[in-house]
């Protein structure tokens, strides 16, 4: 069955670094696009960044662009989230999902099949 | 970009239907068919019932339902039951940069 699992979460404090990962299992990673998203405690989601497929098209939201990185090792099944200057706002649940397959080409499913269960990241100040 | 906007809460006693609002914009709502929503358990992972709209994947009960109106999505849970009580997040494609919009979330209160 489809999973992803999420590691690399833990407490670091204001302006350190921490990279995520998400590691997948159950179908052809390579095939598939992978999201990133946060959920602050007790707030609601927010999308944080996205990857192509090959890994050649990524985008991101403006709450985290330029300090931010995400990447994928296609040989590996892993999804990952480089995540650098923290700021104790960014203290959430960090989740990866993969969007619902769509052949190369052709139009966005935009929308989130599978989530993994998320990692806490807690920003001290 | 701003958010969109659900309702903080919606309660309703089992066996009965209720209906989630979720406004945005047109450019994203009222422009694209792409409406998605999740449900989520406490401590749980998001959940996707409902994409593109109107549809539902495999495995979700049809007691849940989506709609659309202009810029103004909805989802309708009928024959409420204990389990759903859960926050429910709507999500639509912002149009921008490749970049996503959820709503606040709506907190289901089963009475």
């Known amino acids: 069955q489809v999973q992803l699992v999420e590691s690399g979460g833990g407490v670091v404090q204001a302006g350190g670094s921490l990279r995520l990962s998400c590691e997948a299992s159950?179908?052809?990673?390579?095939?598939?696009?992978i999201h990133w998203f946060r959920q602050p405690p007790g707030e609601g989601l927010e999308w944080l960044a996205v990857i192509s497929s090959n890994g050649n098209t990524i985008f991101y939201a403006d709450s985290v662009k330029g300090r931010f990185t995400i990447s994928r090792d296609n040989s590996r099944n892993t999804l990952y989230l480089q995540m650098n200057t923290l700021r104790p706002d960014d203290t959430a649940v960090y989740y990866c999902?993969?969007?619902?397959?769509?052949?190369?080409?052709?139009?966005?499913?935009?929308?989130?099949?599978?989530w993994g269960q998320g990692t806490l990241v807690t920003v001290s100040s | 970009q701003s958010a969109l906007t659900q309702p903080a809460s919606v309660s309703g006693s089992p066996g009965q239907s209720i209906t989630i609002s979720c406004t945005g914009s047109?450019?994203?709502?009222?422009?694209?068919?792409?409406v998605s929503w999740y449900q989520q358990h406490p401590g749980k992972a998001p959940k996707l019932i409902i994409y593109?709209?109107?549809l539902r994947p495999a495995g979700v009960s049809n007691r849940f339902s989506g709609s659309k109106s202009g810029n103004t999505a909805s989802l309708t849970i009928s024959g409420l039951q204990a389990d759903d009580e859960a926050d429910f997040y709507c999500?639509?494609?912002?149009?921008?940069?490749?970049?996503?919009?959820f709503g606040g979330g709506t907190k289901v209160n089963v009475l």
């Open positions: 159950g179908f052809i990673f390579k095939n598939y696009v």
């Open positions: 999902a993969r969007e619902a397959y769509y052949a190369p080409g052709t139009s966005p499913t935009w929308y989130f099949e599978y």
């Open positions: 047109n450019s994203d709502v009222g422009r694209y068919n792409r």
């Open positions: 593109d709209v109107t």
């Open positions: 999500c639509s494609h912002a149009g921008v940069r490749s970049s996503y919009l």
